[in-house]
């Protein structure tokens, strides 16, 4: 009835306002499939969608963006729904504000632009978790993206409540809403039919067909489809949905349709994810990825009249805790998801956004093309100020639970930081702490800093100092983004498992397990450290007017970010806070380059995570949450700043790095001899792209592989590999979690093409040696312990003619 109810309204609206019915507006029709085309209302169409993330644009800029895409000569705007946006709280659903999808989707229709959903329920998209809810976890033992009852109990509420605001808006109905996607390239995390087609059911129930004014009978529905890799999107590729590949800029294009054209020689051709750039993680360089590939892939694409979604066209920012990590490993994201898209992080058009527009001119039916729009508001800059309040981070304890060891998940609590300490007893000689910390520990002995434990560095254990009876070990975990990718997914916070203390004398090892802790969670909210801060300036001014004598915490804040360099180690991480004034309010880039890590709130809005070793340096604060007057910035710094200044600049830092030594894996000790090394395989690569396989000689035992390149196909000394596998004894793909490049002779840091590209899941990633570097070139995996394989599967870089491909090879397992 109400659905009625809205339609009529609709199309009262409609008959009022004939001025709306462009292209994209409002009269009921149908998006469907023809022969090797899609058809909109009957007609062939091509469709040209701009992939951008609402929830990574602040409101207010929405509509600018969304023109911003129509000025590049697109016709559709792609969006993911993230899940876990809308339901922070178990059952607990927000559609409001800065969430409302539908108001989104209403504006992309008013501009004339189809919209095309994907709504999980898992998104990857370098957010939290790839989009699930923190809570699933809850159920320990829960199966994601699996056919669990209870993770498709809460995906089915969910779609039903996503479907609340969107049904309404399918073209069917008189809204942009052309084409719906079912999961998210599930080829990459497994096969899982039933699974794949329960989620299909379940859209196709919610987004069912409805009767078509111009048409007998009920029309067919919202078109659905399902994307993947062309290397593995037969896996899960389910008979009724539409088919589309996602790939990179500079991939083959013939090469990446080959399999579907032949298995569904009639079907619509579509890149649903055309990478334009590519994210960036911390502690590696600024990801680009050149204009011209970009545009001539597309130019391509468009010329053999096939579809597209650039991914991504503005990639925005993620605000707050929302960026996620990759795996294998831990590789969390930095904040600034710009993407080296052609619209850049805070709106801006960028050479390769000119690039783009003017091929895209040529495909605009004659044309002229829309206007490009003034950017909401200009960019200002902020003096360097100071940040001289401060609040430790013990000051924001509260309900401590005492007992055995808990994870952030146990405490109820999705993001944050969690304090944990226990008593030891006497140990007499220096022991070594071991367990799992997500993310990031930092130790302290009596209140004194003993080390840090970086699960980026893939670090699992510190080795601690003799301790006296009764000495308070004290942990503190901060927790980043959860894995977005893989089997990992399942990224529990905290300290998972048992911490243990080891001691080894000649006669034995004694391995200690604390089993009496304190855990205290301290959430990542803008209320917790506002409340600490608010709770010693109160104690400070009780102090300053006689009332009550120096307590710690008010020391601290009496004598500012100075008096805590004093304090013991134990009270560094903490809260610090202070203002600028603006007269006049625009966008611009806080510079943090001079803090340690942590969060950033500005007024009140969670801005994102920093951290010293980069790249980015300096976080996007939008105009539209400034104000003239007084601003506040709150910076929760869990290791402590060398200076608590801050100032606004005009342009972003997304490419500093700050290390203590360089990622690259050259360090000569770790260069095996292979000499009298008798190889697993030798012989020579084929030419061209796509995966091969190389059969060893019987079973091969080894916890190192090398490979040997001593030739390329073409006659160059630049090697390039996307990606290897070794099989096990049943002929399987060996898990290649444990897997890190123990030794490479020769990285190409400055495109990012490390060692550890051979295994990042990735086809569109690469190990690359340096130019200048000679043949033969080596690198060398540690599988983390010793495995017993009989092959190896080996990709050489995706872009066409597979630059840097190797041909003659020698592989040994050691
Ligand atoms: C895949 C996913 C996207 C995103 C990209 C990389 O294609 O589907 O969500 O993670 O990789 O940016
Ligand atoms: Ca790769």
Redesign the pocket.
Known sequence: MKQIFRKLALAAMLMAAPSLMSAANNKPGDFTVGDKTFLLNGQPFIVKAAEVHYPRIPRPYWEHRIKMCKALGMNAICIYIFWNIHEQQEGVFDFTGNNDVAEFCRLAQKNGMYVIVRPGPY????WEMGGLPWWLLKKKDIKLRERDPYFMERVKIFEEKVGEQLADLTIQNGGPIIMIQVE??YGSYGEDKPYVSEIRDCLREIYRPTPLPHREGPGEGLLLFQCDWSSNFTKNGLDDLVWTM?FGTGANIDDQFRRLGELRPNAPKMCS?F?SG??DKWGARHETRPAKDMVEGMDEMLSKGISFSL?MTHGGTSFGHWAGANSPGFAPDVTSYDYDAPINEYGLATPKFWELRKMMEKYNDGKKMPAVPKAPMPIITVPKFQLTEFAPLISAITKPVNGAIKTFEEMDMGWGTMMYSTRLPEITSQSVLSGEFHDFAQVFIDKKYIGKIDRVKNEKSLTLPAVKKGAELIIIVEGMGRIN?GRAIKDFKGIVGNVTLTTETDEAEIVLTPKNWMNVAIPDDYETAKNALDMVKGVNDQMTAGKVKGSVPALALTQGYEGSKKLADIMKPGYHRGYFTLKKVGDTFLNFETWGKGQVYVNGHAMGRIWSIGPQQTLYVPGCWLKKGKNEVIVLDVVGPREAVVWGQAEPELNKLQLEKSNKHNNIGDKPDLNSATPAATGAFKAGNGWQTIKFNGQKKGRFLAIECLSTQKNGDRVAIAELYLQGTDGKRISREPWKTKYANSEDESGNHLGDKVFDLQESTYWQTEKSASMPHLIVIDLGSVQTVTALEYLPRAEQGAPGSVKDFKIYLY
């Not at 998104?123 to 370098?126: F, L, T």
Request: hydrophobic share 45%; with cysteine; glycine share 0%.
């Open positions: 998104v990857c998209a370098e998210n390239e996602n994810e990478w590519w994210f991914y990718f």
